[in-house]
């Protein structure tokens, strides 16, 4: 079986933008390619069916944005169905109503893109101005690539999610960035073969993009498809060798790999590159620490708790460094602070446990916390054998009998 790597905080690096005015959307419009509401199936067939001359169009979806505006919401139908017919025809092109404030359309016979971009760029400010509302739109153009006419309408959903991370009253052609954007969603809903095409068929459009690359092989990675993950990564590093996220989910792979000196590597050349990275400075705290190196590991996670005040894996992995150490009562207040942050931490708890049996205090409390950590991880040797220490404590001769009745 290919072993995947699970957690919260250790995971595989995607790019964040640096500008905090872009930000994902609420809700994704390509989410309706999945759900396949009456409207999108009706569009899908109208644009399959209806005869376009010289086979060259463009779809854009346009979303009305009023802040729940129900007076706006009202009129929208009216008003845009107004607004098409300025601009438009029914011989020139379709629309479908997707939902309260939300719409597609297509049209074709236009001299060229230029022009046909400048009657959208038009309609949207009249649009706006009719319901003194932001207008987001996302368009795509057929011929384009291998795409169907299906596909396109397809495109234009993805190129207005692509908008939306920009903010009301933006306007995006579709393009390779619509497909990584599309993939993610993909990948959030765990649906990783259909996020993996995604990013393939954007690295079609575009073969050298870093974000598209580092996607594809953090969907391999997290389903487990780890050789194909490192193949995508290297192809990303040889593009571009000081890219730190693709240098950290190296390292990660090697780490899943069980390769701990390889992965070790390429987190202090992650490291080396930017000191400022949790997930660099937690990775490789804690496979120093895995290394037999806890003076080496303690650094990298003290940067790692001043990035990241609230995590508790910071917390637990110091803790097993002072537990390590012989410093129970400093692993204690580790294990303590990290218990507060997630009291369903198992390794926090049993770590909790023994350092308090170690000097020989709460032991009662002890034996609870050791409880509770064996009632989340049933099959775990060590926190069973941490219990019964501290059990024998509590009642001497516990231990005694337990070696007799296993002799």
């Known amino acids: 079986m290919t072993s995947k790597f699970s957690s919260k905080e250790i995971h595989f690096l995607k790019n964040d933008s640096d500008d905090f005015n872009i930000k994902p959307p609420e809700t994704y419009f390509s989410d309706l390619l999945l759900t396949k509401?009456?409207?999108?199936?009706?569009?899908?067939?109208?644009?399959?069916?209806?005869?376009?001359?010289?086979?060259?169009?463009?779809?854009?979806?346009?979303?009305?944005s009023h802040s729940k505006s129900q007076e706006i919401r009202d009129k929208a139908k009216d008003t845009f169905e107004a607004t098409f017919n300025l601009f438009l025809d029914?011989?020139?092109?379709?629309?479908?109503?997707?939902?309260?404030?939300?719409?597609?359309?297509?049209?074709?016979?236009?001299?060229?893109?230029?022009k046909a971009s400048q009657l959208?760029?038009?309609?949207?400010?009249?649009?706006?101005?009719?319901?003194?509302?932001?207008?987001?739109?996302?368009?795509?153009?057929?011929?384009?690539?291998?795409?169907?006419?299906?596909?396109?309408f397809?495109?234009?959903?993805?190129?207005?999610?692509?908008?939306?991370?920009?903010?009301?009253?933006?306007?995006?052609?579709?393009?390779?960035?619509?497909?990584?954007?599309?993939g993610d969603r993909l990948y959030q809903l765990s649906k990783g073969d259909m996020a993996i095409k995604e990013y393939q068929k954007g690295l079609e459009i575009k073969p050298d993009d870093i974000n598209l690359i580092n996607s594809l092989g953090v969907c391999f990675g997290v389903m487990g498809k780890l050789d194909k993950a490192k193949l995508e990564f290297e192809k990303a590093i040889k593009?571009?060798?000081?890219?730190?996220?693709?240098?950290?989910?190296?390292?990660?792979?090697?780490?899943?790999?069980?390769?701990?000196?390889?992965?070790?590597?390429?987190?202090?050349?992650?490291?080396?590159?930017?000191?400022?990275?949790?997930?660099?400075?937690?990775?490789?705290g804690h496979l120093l620490f895995k290394k037999g190196h806890p003076g080496q590991a303690l650094p990298h996670l003290e940067k790692a708790g001043l990035i990241n005040p609230e995590s508790g894996l910071v917390f637990r992995a110091k803790g097993e460094v002072y537990l390590a150490g012989n410093n129970p009562e400093k692993a204690g207040l580790?294990?303590?602070?990290?218990?507060?942050l997630?009291?369903?931490?198992?390794?926090?708890?049993?770590?909790?446990?023994?350092?308090?049996?170690?000097?020989?205090?709460?032991?009662?409390?002890?034996?609870?916390?050791?409880?509770?950590?064996?009632?989340?991880?049933?099959?775990?040797?060590?926190?069973?054998?941490?219990?019964?220490?501290?059990?024998?404590?509590?009642?001497?001769?516990?231990?005694?009998?337990?070696?007799?009745?296993?002799?």
């Open 90 to 114: 029914n011989k020139r092109g379709i629309w479908e109503n997707l939902s309260g404030d939300s719409f597609v359309l297509a049209f074709w016979d236009y001299v060229n893109e230029k």
């Open 342 to 407: 997630n009291p369903s931490d198992a390794v926090s708890l049993s770590g909790y446990a023994k350092s308090l049996e170690i000097q020989e205090k709460n032991l009662n409390i002890a034996f609870t916390f050791a409880k509770e950590s064996i009632a989340l991880e049933p099959d775990n040797k060590v926190f069973k054998k941490r219990l019964e220490i501290i059990r024998g404590k509590i009642e001497p001769g516990t231990i005694l009998e337990q070696k007799a009745k296993t002799a």
């Open 120 to 152: 959208l760029i038009s309609l949207k400010t009249k649009l706006s101005a009719a319901l003194k509302a932001d207008i987001l739109m996302g368009i795509a153009k057929f011929p384009y690539h291998d795409f169907s006419k299906s596909d396109t």
């Open 239 to 284: 593009i571009k060798p000081d890219e730190i996220m693709v240098i950290y989910n190296i390292g990660l792979i090697y780490k899943i790999d069980k390769d701990l000196d390889k992965a070790v590597i390429y987190l202090r050349k992650a490291h080396g590159i930017d000191e400022s990275v949790f997930e660099v400075e937690l990775l490789l």
């Open 37 to 64: 509401t009456v409207p999108v199936r009706t569009f899908e067939k109208r644009l399959s069916e209806i005869k376009i001359p010289r086979e060259k169009f463009l779809c854009a979806v346009i979303h009305i």
């Open 154 to 182: 397809a495109n234009a959903l993805k190129a207005i999610d692509h908008a939306a991370f920009f903010g009301p009253g933006t306007m995006i052609h579709f393009d390779a960035t619509s497909l990584n954007i599309s």
């Open 334 to 340: 580790e294990f303590n602070r990290a218990i507060k």
